[in-house]
């Protein structure tokens, strides 16, 4: 498929720290419906890729299958993709990780990919906290099979197809919580201002990061009675706060009121100020961050933000010790341990 | 009665209860006979299960080297009560049964043609071992003793394989000895010449070392270059990653104490598959271990890796199927679903190790093979080749041996490229396309991986010539894999031989036992050992030399024959299956005894009327 954007840029566009226009940083057009809510997450990927100046080739970008799955065509052409199969990018993610540390994970899944044929993978991925930014775009639906209910969709929400469903749901921030995450946060996809600072966090985050996105199925699941759709999901979210991203040059020049602010410093030397709704939620802790998703929920409300952040973690590669060098940079020489030793080996099966 | 009556030559079985220690004290002999350079086969036949079931551990002990299984006991330890009489009706007319006389065998037990060893094994223990946690364990070691009286064997070679075994806890040395006296004395006692089977030592293994496949499969995946692993936990295969792993915390560290491997324990074969994949496909060398079930759950992923060309070694340590089956016996059972793994048109790479020393060779040379033919090779070890000890001799390193791996091009290629570049463009003619790795290049190089339908540039296509020409090319790479994958082991016997036997992995020691004891009646056959798949040339030549092919292997189906006949197109006649399917290895006189049958069958067609 050839990309029939245009080749010229104006000369004038803005240019981040590597001389990069935000063009640099796109991908394919998309062949997705008009009005999806995960091009909008896209375009968020592309905006915070952009503003935090990561180099395009330095990303590998993942996925699995469904329309979510189908994203990483159209953003960072310049990044290796890997679109696996259903429900497994977790394991993909995981092994090219450890073949090269150096390298920046963005995994986008969708809720059917990451809740019901892949959650078993997703929750060992969380568990061992494998350092990628992970996106699930969440519309409650099966988009690519015309619109069946997926296991996020909220208990007596209707779809396009009229019955409503009479399954729970899963909670995927909740259970990322619980299961060990380092950072989760909830956005939605018709809310650009949350949703850019919240994936430059995540981006920044070392350890797994969870980015569940709201991002409503304009043709199958946007439906007066769905809970997924734009108009229900801008009615029912309440942030947690608003936080600035500073980057770790950047001088903290803005004052909050004392106590309502929470700062948290990032492993690269970034600080993550949230600028809270609430005083009693501290999003450091598990507790309090499951306490919170519940609280809304229970009054119908849908907590976005960032609902947790833990620095203190190691990630994969610290847990199982490997060496400082990316793996798959690793010669024959520092490898292969040689004929003498292997004859050293035998001594001990005779 | 005659008596069995040999030297270094006979088969002893030991019946026990697992989780006894039995299997380390059965070892224990098993080495002694290695260490007195008398070629020694030892086979454990164990349960599912940690405790309390029954499980046979069977070594031949053979001068001449037959290292396969023969078929038949002459000498029995039965230790376990519940298989008792079982064990006593499974000795060799002439044969010698050791048993617990701490209870005397019941009035049933009234062959004539056996000697009966009684020795109260239990009541010695009782008196002499004051450690009650410590008897269970140490009337293994007190039978062991008894054996080497009565096989006339190297005491000190007994005494010194202790003290090796416990060199870090010298304090457990010393009652295992006594242990061993214990049970020499008695017996020296009480049954003096009375077995007249004996071990000698002999020089026949001077430079051989014993050991099971797995270890060697491990070793050769640290020798080429292995870093990333993911697997889930299945016997029989279990012990290659453990292996990988102890190896690599040996002989794979930095300088500061950190891993040069990454070792993931996944959640189940799926990931595992996935992990090896994700870190192929970013350049590292990886590879994931499993049996027959994780075979089942990969089949996705391996469709992927097929499609979208992704080097992946798979280690399948095959064991009886189907499904849960019996997972601690042994089958090659798996040759079509790893053949034809996954939907849709696809075809894998297998090799086919027949000892350690193969599993070694060949796990090394499948991840050059991988890499070059971007593509999962599947290496079909068993149960009884991974699992057991087998005399072989020591690998060797060519320490001048370069990694092959394949077609990738680097930033400075890719700079420095003349033509157009697809992940999927067959420049070379032979189906085999050039890769990049992710983070190579600011601007060039980078593709999209994707098992659904892609065109020669990585883009997804539904266009139908695209999707035709992909579809051809990887059979065109098929065509090169021939050339590559090793060949068939082919020995001519007589050149007027007109029957051939075909064969793979662990059929092959039993099998030329076979021909020798046939060759010795009269009939001449010719071998094929089958080593890899595809096939070559050679594999159907050798076919269409003999008018009769019998195909041997250790699966009901006859697996590898339909496969032959699939690939090459042999009407089914022309081959006729000899299968083995207990879950125990392939022994000597069966194979000998089905040939014989199967040619009396055919035999008065001969010369018919057609």
Same mark, same amino acid.
């Given at each position: 498929? %050839?990309?029939?954007?245009?080749?010229?840029?104006?000369?004038?566009?803005?240019?981040?720290?590597?001389?990069?226009?935000?063009?640099?940083?796109?991908?394919?057009?998309?062949?997705?419906?008009?009005?999806?809510?995960?091009?909008?997450?896209?375009?968020?990927?592309?905006?915070?890729?952009? =503003?935090?100046?990561?180099?395009?080739?330095?990303?590998?970008?993942?996925?699995?299958?469904?329309?979510?799955?189908?994203?990483?065509?159209?953003?960072? %052409?310049?990044?290796?993709?890997?679109?696996?199969?259903?429900?497994?990018?977790?394991?993909?993610?995981?092994?090219?990780?450890?073949?090269?540390?150096?390298?920046?994970?963005?995994?986008?899944?969708?809720?059917?990919?990451?809740?019901?044929?892949?959650?078993?993978?997703?929750?060992?991925?969380?568990?061992?906290?494998?350092?990628?930014?992970?996106?699930?775009?969440?519309?409650?639906?099966?988009?690519?099979?015309?619109?069946?209910?997926?296991?996020?969709?909220?208990?007596?929400?209707?779809?396009?197809?009229?019955?409503?469903?009479?399954? =729970?749901?899963?909670?995927?921030?909740?259970?990322?919580?619980?299961?060990?995450?380092?950072?989760?946060?909830?956005?939605?996809?018709?809310?650009?201002?949350?949703?850019?600072?919240?994936?430059?966090?995540?981006?920044?985050?070392?350890?797994?990061?969870?980015?569940?996105?709201?991002?409503?199925?304009?043709?199958?699941?946007?439906?007066?009675?769905?809970?997924?759709?734009?108009?229900?999901?801008?009615?029912?979210?309440?942030?947690?706060?608003?936080?600035?991203?500073?980057?770790?040059?950047?001088?903290?020049?803005?004052?909050? =009121? =004392?106590?309502?602010?929470?700062?948290?410093?990032?492993?690269?030397?970034?600080?993550?100020?949230?600028?809270?709704?609430?005083?009693?939620?501290?999003?450091?802790?598990?507790?309090?961050?499951?306490?919170?998703?519940?609280?809304?929920?229970?009054?119908?409300?849908?907590?976005?933000?960032?609902?947790?952040?833990?620095?203190?973690?190691?990630?994969?590669?610290?847990?199982?010790?490997?060496?400082?060098?990316?793996?798959?940079?690793?010669?024959?020489?520092?490898?292969?341990?040689?004929?003498?030793?292997?004859?050293?080996?035998?001594?001990?099966?005779? | 009665?005659?008596?069995?009556?040999?030297?270094?030559?006979?088969?002893?079985?030991?019946?026990?209860?697992?989780?006894?220690?039995?299997?380390?004290?059965?070892?224990?002999?098993?080495?002694?006979?290695?260490?007195?350079?008398?070629?020694?086969?030892?086979?454990?036949?164990?349960?599912?299960?940690?405790?309390?079931?029954?499980?046979?551990?069977?070594?031949?002990?053979?001068?001449?080297?037959?290292?396969?299984?023969?078929?038949?006991?002459?000498?029995?330890?039965?230790?376990?009560?519940?298989?008792?009489?079982?064990?006593?009706?499974?000795?060799?007319?002439?044969?010698?049964?050791?048993?617990?006389?701490?209870?005397?065998?019941?009035?049933?037990?009234?062959?004539?043609?056996?000697?009966?060893?009684?020795?109260?094994?239990?009541?010695?223990?009782?008196?002499?071992?004051?450690?009650?946690?410590?008897?269970?364990?140490?009337?293994?070691?007190?039978?062991?003793?008894?054996?080497?009286?009565?096989?006339?064997?190297?005491?000190?070679?007994?005494?010194?394989?202790?003290?090796?075994?416990?060199?870090?806890?010298?304090?457990?040395?010393?009652?295992?000895?006594?242990?061993?006296?214990?049970?020499?004395?008695?017996?020296?006692?009480?049954?003096?010449?009375?077995?007249?089977?004996?071990?000698?030592?002999?020089?026949?293994?001077?430079?051989?070392?014993?050991?099971?496949?797995?270890?060697?499969?491990?070793?050769?995946?640290?020798?080429?270059?292995?870093?990333?692993?993911?697997?889930?936990?299945?016997?029989?295969?279990?012990?290659?990653?453990?292996?990988?792993?102890?190896?690599?915390?040996?002989?794979?560290?930095?300088?500061?104490?950190?891993?040069?491997?990454?070792?993931?324990?996944?959640?189940?074969?799926?990931?595992?598959?996935?992990?090896?994949?994700?870190?192929?496909?970013?350049?590292?060398?990886?590879?994931?271990?499993?049996?027959?079930?994780?075979?089942?759950?990969?089949?996705?992923?391996?469709?992927?890796?097929?499609?979208?060309?992704?080097?992946?070694?798979?280690?399948?340590?095959?064991?009886?199927?189907?499904?849960?089956?019996?997972?601690?016996?042994?089958?090659?059972?798996?040759?079509?679903?790893?053949?034809?793994?996954?939907?849709?048109?696809?075809?894998?790479?297998?090799?086919?190790?027949?000892?350690?020393?193969?599993?070694?060779?060949?796990?090394?040379?499948?991840?050059?093979?991988?890499?070059?033919?971007?593509?999962?090779?599947?290496?079909?070890?068993?149960?009884?080749?991974?699992?057991?000890?087998?005399?072989?001799?020591?690998?060797?390193?060519?320490?001048?041996?370069?990694?092959?791996?394949?077609?990738?091009?680097?930033?400075?290629?890719?700079?420095?490229?003349?033509?157009?570049?697809?992940?999927?463009?067959?420049?070379?003619?032979?189906?085999?396309?050039?890769?990049?790795?992710?983070?190579?290049?600011?601007?060039?190089?980078?593709?999209?991986?994707?098992?659904?339908?892609?065109?020669?540039?990585?883009?997804?296509?539904?266009?139908?010539?695209?999707?035709?020409?992909?579809?051809?090319?990887?059979?065109?790479?098929?065509?090169?894999?021939?050339?590559?994958?090793?060949?068939?082991?082919?020995?001519?016997?007589?050149?007027?031989?007109?029957?051939?036997?075909?064969?793979?992995?662990?059929?092959?020691?039993?099998?030329?036992?076979?021909?020798?004891?046939?060759?010795?009646?009269?009939?001449?056959?010719?071998?094929?050992?089958?080593?890899?798949?595809?096939?070559?040339?050679?594999?159907?030549?050798?076919?269409?030399?003999?008018?009769?092919?019998?195909?041997?292997?250790?699966?009901?189906?006859?697996?590898?024959?339909?496969?032959?006949?699939?690939?090459?197109?042999?009407?089914?006649?022309?081959?006729?299956?000899?299968?083995?399917?207990?879950?125990?290895?392939?022994?000597?006189?069966?194979?000998?005894?089905?040939?014989?049958?199967?040619?009396?069958?055919?035999?008065?067609?001969?010369?018919?009327?057609?």
């Amino acid at each position: 498929m %050839n990309s029939r954007k245009p080749v010229f840029r104006h000369p004038g566009l803005p240019k981040n720290d590597l001389g990069c226009t935000r063009s640099d940083y796109e991908g394919l057009d998309s062949t997705l419906c008009a009005g999806c809510g995960h091009d909008s997450v896209t375009n968020g990927i592309i905006q915070a890729c952009f =503003e935090l100046s990561i180099e395009p080739h330095r990303v590998a970008k993942l996925s699995g299958i469904g329309c979510s799955s189908k994203t990483p065509a159209y953003f960072l %052409n310049k990044s290796h993709g890997f679109n696996s199969v259903h429900g497994r990018m977790p394991s993909i993610a995981t092994g090219a990780n450890m073949a090269n540390k150096d390298l920046s994970y963005i995994g986008v899944s969708g809720d059917g990919d990451t809740a019901s044929i892949g959650i078993g993978q997703f929750v060992h991925l969380v568990r061992r906290n494998l350092n990628m930014v992970y996106i699930v775009m969440n519309n409650g639906c099966y988009g690519l099979t015309k619109g069946q209910d997926s296991a996020t969709a909220d208990k007596g929400s209707a779809s396009k197809k009229g019955r409503s469903n009479p399954f =729970e749901a899963i909670d995927l921030c909740e259970m990322a919580v619980q299961l060990g995450a380092g950072f989760v946060a909830r956005g939605f996809s018709g809310d650009k201002e949350q949703l850019v600072p919240l994936l430059k966090a995540a981006m920044l985050h070392k350890g797994f990061a969870l980015v569940d996105v709201i991002s409503p199925c304009v043709t199958f699941n946007n439906t007066a009675s769905s809970t997924k759709s734009y108009n229900w999901v801008r009615d029912h979210m309440e942030a947690s706060g608003t936080f600035d991203v500073i980057p770790e040059r950047q001088e903290i020049t803005t004052h909050y =009121e =004392e106590g309502a602010t929470q700062s948290v410093a990032l492993h690269d030397g970034s600080v993550i100020q949230l600028h809270k709704s609430d005083n009693s939620f501290d999003v450091t802790q598990r507790r309090s961050a499951i306490n919170a998703i519940e609280d809304h929920r229970e009054k119908g409300q849908i907590l976005t933000g960032i609902l947790h952040i833990n620095e203190t973690l190691m990630d994969t590669h610290d847990i199982i010790e490997t060496t400082d060098k990316p793996l798959n940079t690793l010669t024959q020489e520092e490898l292969c341990p040689g004929n003498q030793t292997l004859q050293q080996i035998f001594e001990t099966y005779r | 009665m005659k008596k069995l009556t040999s030297v270094n030559d006979f088969v002893i079985r030991f019946a026990n209860v697992n989780g006894s220690g039995s299997a380390s004290a059965n070892n224990l002999f098993a080495k002694v006979v290695f260490r007195l350079g008398v070629p020694v086969s030892p086979k454990n036949i164990f349960p599912s299960n940690i405790q309390g079931l029954p499980t046979w551990y069977e070594v031949r002990v053979s001068e001449q080297g037959y290292l396969g299984r023969r078929g038949g006991y002459d000498f029995i330890v039965a230790i376990n009560g519940q298989t008792l009489e079982k064990d006593y009706d499974d000795l060799l007319p002439g044969g010698y049964f050791l048993y617990d006389s701490t209870r005397t065998l019941s009035e049933h037990f009234n062959r004539n043609d056996i000697t009966l060893i009684g020795i109260p094994l239990t009541d010695i223990c009782n008196r002499e071992i004051e450690n009650p946690k410590l008897r269970p364990m140490l009337k293994n070691i007190l039978y062991v003793g008894a054996i080497a009286f009565l096989l006339d064997m190297d005491f000190s070679v007994l005494t010194d394989s202790i003290t090796k075994q416990f060199s870090k806890k010298p304090k457990l040395a010393a009652p295992n000895i006594r242990c061993l006296e214990l049970g020499f004395d008695y017996a020296s006692t009480h049954f003096k010449d009375v077995c007249n089977l004996s071990v000698k030592r002999s020089n026949k293994l001077d430079s051989h070392i014993l050991m099971d496949g797995n270890s060697a499969t491990a070793l050769g995946a640290v020798y080429s270059g292995a870093t990333v692993v993911g697997w889930y936990p299945i016997t029989p295969s279990t012990s290659v990653i453990e292996a990988f792993d102890k190896f690599t915390r040996q002989y794979r560290l930095d300088e500061s104490g950190k891993r040069k491997s990454a070792i993931i324990q996944s959640e189940d074969e799926l990931s595992a598959l996935g992990i090896a994949l994700g870190a192929s496909w970013n350049g590292a060398r990886s590879f994931t271990a499993t049996s027959g079930p994780g075979v089942s759950l990969m089949s996705e992923l391996l469709g992927l890796a097929y499609f979208a060309e992704i080097p992946v070694v798979l280690v399948n340590v095959q064991r009886a199927g189907p499904s849960t089956g019996m997972p601690t016996r042994t089958q090659q059972s798996d040759i079509l679903a790893c053949a034809y793994a996954s939907h849709g048109d696809t075809k894998h790479v297998l090799l086919f190790p027949c000892s350690p020393t193969e599993c070694f060779e060949m796990s090394a040379d499948s991840f050059d093979l991988a890499e070059t033919l971007q593509t999962p090779v599947i290496l079909m070890s068993d149960l009884d080749l991974g699992m057991n000890d087998h005399v072989c001799l020591p690998m060797e390193w060519d320490d001048d041996r370069q990694y092959r791996r394949g077609k990738v091009l680097d930033r400075e290629q890719l700079d420095n490229l003349t033509q157009d570049w697809g992940r999927y463009l067959d420049i070379d003619g032979d189906g085999i396309c050039y890769r990049t790795y992710p983070g190579t290049h600011p601007s060039k190089g980078a593709f999209f991986t994707r098992g659904s339908s892609h065109d020669p540039y990585a883009g997804y296509t539904e266009d139908n010539d695209t999707y035709k020409r992909c579809m051809q090319r990887l059979l065109k790479k098929w065509q090169t894999a021939k050339g590559l994958v090793p060949g068939p082991h082919i020995k001519t016997h007589d050149k007027t031989s007109t029957i051939g036997l075909i064969f793979y992995g662990t059929s092959a020691q039993a099998t030329y036992e076979a021909v020798e004891m046939l060759d010795k009646k009269g009939l001449a056959l010719d071998t094929m050992r089958l080593r890899g798949f595809p096939f070559q040339n050679e594999v159907s030549d050798f076919i269409d030399q003999h008018e009769k092919i019998f195909v041997i292997e250790q699966n009901r189906d006859g697996q590898m024959r339909t496969l032959l006949m699939n690939e090459l197109n042999f009407v089914p006649d022309k081959l006729t299956s000899i299968t083995h399917i207990d879950g125990t290895p392939i022994d000597a006189r069966y194979i000998c005894q089905s040939i014989e049958a199967l040619l009396e069958k055919t035999l008065p067609h001969k010369g018919g009327a057609a």
